[in-house]
């Protein structure tokens, strides 16, 4: 492992505002972030928006003396005519975020943008509070894609070569499947100026706006890139610290991922990774002449070098010979033998490199045909790394299954619709099921390769299923099938992907330390219904948990509380989060309890931004969903969970991440 000398940890920034534990449960136990909100004149409306998706109060204070005096729980807004020179000398108590609405026709003032900790860029309208909770989580270390990304086998990510993202938007979620980080290609980017020609290199301003566009409509992680004019981009070289000021306002902005060129000055290199956050840094080094060596000790030390500052590695170098990607692989097998960290993403350009592409495993870089051009010579779209790596013997056809009751068979046309976008080799086949039948004959026929299980399993039924993941065991329910091959032998997994699905879910819209410590109603007639919602609060850290129409009495039922009487509901902690397992004829039974607790966000002080999940599927009366919302719930329908399962489902059958968005689009309205 090659460690900095001279590189404190990445929690360098500074944030320490946001203690991150892992109970010995696996639990977390959030502490709740001390937030200073500086919002632009008018725009106060962005205090009480954050302190919504942080489940926390808020204030709005005439001046700092007046912040430093108060609660440190609650976020306090000040505007930025108030705070004026103020924040001068800011001691750090509360992380400083200059929020600016860019479609108010306020200047950005860069004095703020360099005295406060990060910048926030938003739209009032349209407006996304999914997009606040993405950047919050990041930004206070609640979120990590780097590190779910670290542990998936493969990993690519789509070079967008568009002049102006707004171009992407119609069809990002087509050309995102298959992704799992989207590159946005800072130095592509052309600002029209007002006599109709393009500026040299895009302003800070318009790259700024076009990274929140990005981010508003895409649930991937983004890299920026700013790519200089000798590695095929058209950032200039003339001055390295253009670099550092681009660069160093993407980790302002909250970009989980830099790409940081091995030719820059190792000062500004060093300054990046000093003051990087949670950000990621893509170290990135490509050789156009065609005459690098990967078998040369010069290739070894650049990875050495790469390695002292980035997260990951990237080397790209311009190939003529078939003989170049053997080379390529014995360095990467040399490299990672050597160096269990950082990963190492190596491939070659030019037609001759393309096999190399496909058997890189560490973002590898991706086009789609919608892109207006290649933003390398060889690249590959995922479909075609399917099936090179098919045609290679690298991905063997094998029989996925669906495995349920008829309404679930338009899921099954949805996977079909996945595997042929992605051209993967695997048959799906959809089997119905009698509601308690054993799958036992179909994980053992010749092909099987995995499955999925709508309605569930029940794991104590299933002891053909002998290893189970904690959460299946946890919950008792299996709706995930997958193999794995140890010593020579198979073993089936039974796991359960609905939890991912709730969680998912929840934390759409409000961070994980919004959950924290709050309390939960859930009602269900049987514990079965409601052990899935169970599981996901508990991994979010909710507080109690009180339960109507069920008792548990499982391995999740500490901390779970039933309530008897219309007096224990008076008693109870205002529940921040309801979710309702009932079935569809009784889901209007939750109706009361929306209104009882319903929700008043608007006044300083007040706790606002209360979810509610209604997993009720099927014909009913009335929709608890309007009134939730209509009573000032965040509301959520089976659509939304079932949507987020099926992006786990497939992330687990076959290791393909597939968007949100998509699955929403793709899977019309009948999906479930
Ligand atoms: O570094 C890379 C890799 C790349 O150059 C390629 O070869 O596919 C494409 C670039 O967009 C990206 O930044």
Not at 77 to 90: H, M, P
Not at 106 to 129: G, I, M, V
Not at 248 to 276: F, M, N, Q, T
Not at 518 to 538: P, Y
Request: proline share 7%; charged share 20%.
């Amino acid at each position: 492992m090659i460690h900095p000398d001279n590189i404190p940890p990445s929690t360098l920034k500074g944030n320490g505002f946001v203690a991150i534990q892992e109970l010995s449960n696996g639990a977390p136990n959030w502490t709740k972030p001390a937030l200073l909100i500086i919002y632009g004149d008018g725009h106060e409306n962005i205090v009480r928006s954050i302190a919504d998706v942080l489940g926390q109060p808020w204030e709005l204070a005439a001046s700092l003396a007046e912040i430093k005096a108060g609660f440190e729980g609650t976020i306090y807004g000040i505007s930025n005519i108030f705070v004026g020179s103020q924040l001068q000398d800011w001691d750090g108590s509360r992380l400083a975020i200059n929020a600016h609405c860019v479609d108010g026709g306020q200047a950005l003032d860069e004095n703020l943008t360099s005295r406060c900790a990060y910048e926030y860029l938003y739209t009032e309208s349209p407006f996304f509070q999914r997009d606040i909770a993405r950047f919050l989580g990041f930004v206070l270390g609640q979120i990590s894609h780097h590190r779910d990304l670290t542990k998936k086998a493969r990993t690519t990510q789509i070079s967008t070569t568009f002049p102006d993202v707004h171009a992407a938007l119609p069809n990002l979620d087509i050309l995102s499947v298959g992704a799992d980080v989207v590159e946005l290609r800072v130095d592509l980017l052309k600002e029209p100026l007002p006599d109709g020609s393009f500026s040299r290199m895009p302003s800070l301003k318009y790259v700024g706006e076009q990274l929140m566009l990005l981010r508003q409509r895409t649930e991937l992680p983004i890299i920026y890139t700013t790519r200089c004019t000798k590695e095929n981009g058209r950032f200039p070289m003339d001055d390295p610290n253009l670099f550092y000021e681009y660069l160093s306002r993407a980790i302002k902005w909250g970009c989980e991922y830099i790409d940081v060129e091995l030719w820059l000055p190792e000062d500004i290199r060093r300054r990046l990774a000093e003051h990087k956050g949670n950000s990621k840094i893509i170290s990135a080094f490509h050789d156009f002449s065609g005459t690098f060596k990967w078998t040369s000790p010069e290739a070894q030390e650049l990875f050495r070098r790469g390695a002292v500052y980035g997260d990951v590695v990237k080397m790209i170098a311009f190939v003529n010979s078939i003989q170049e990607n053997y080379e390529l692989e014995y360095f990467r097998s040399t490299i990672q033998s050597t160096f269990p960290h950082p990963p190492l993403a190596g491939v070659n350009m030019g037609p001759m490199g393309q096999l190399s592409r496909a058997l890189n495993k560490v973002f590898t870089p991706i086009t789609h045909p919608l892109l207006p051009m290649i933003a390398a010579p060889g690249q590959l779209s995922a479909a075609e790394i399917n099936m090179a790596l098919h045609s290679m013997g690298q991905m063997p056809k094998v029989d996925i299954y669906g495995i349920g009751s008829y309404r679930s068979t338009t899921q099954a046309i949805f996977f079909e619709k996945c595997f042929n976008e992605l051209s993967l080799p695997h048959q799906f086949m959809f089997i119905e099921r009698a509601p308690k039948g054993s799958i036992d004959a179909i994980i053992r026929r010749p092909n099987f390769g995995g499955a999925y299980i709508n309605p569930p399993l029940a794991a104590a039924s299933a002891p053909y299923l002998p290893s189970l993941t904690t959460a299946a065991r946890t919950i008792g329910q299996v709706d995930v099938v997958t193999l794995r091959l140890e010593g020579g032998r198979t073993t089936f997994i039974g796991d359960n992907a609905t939890w991912k699905g709730i969680r998912a879910t929840l934390s759409r819209d409000f961070v994980p330390s919004a959950y924290s410590g709050q309390a939960a109603l859930i009602l269900a007639s049987a514990e079965a219904d409601a052990a899935a919602a169970i599981f996901a609060l508990k991994s979010l850290g909710i507080g109690p948990i009180y339960t109507i129409g069920f008792k548990t009495h499982g391995p999740l039922s500490s901390e779970v509380d039933p309530v008897r009487s219309v007096e224990d509901v008076k008693r109870l902690q205002q529940p921040f989060v309801i979710i309702s397992a009932l079935p569809a004829e009784k889901s209007l039974l939750v109706v009361p309890l929306l209104k009882h607790y319903r929700v008043d966000g608007r006044s300083p002080g007040s706790l606002a931004g209360k979810v509610f999940v209604d997993l009720a599927n099927g014909p009913r009366k009335g929709d608890p969903l309007v009134i939730a919302a209509s009573s000032g719930w965040t509301a959520y329908g089976i659509a939304d969970v079932s949507a987020w399962t099926t992006v786990e489902t497939l992330r687990l059958l076959v290791g393909q991440n597939v968007p949100y968005d998509f699955v929403r689009l793709a899977s019309g309205r009948g999906l479930f």
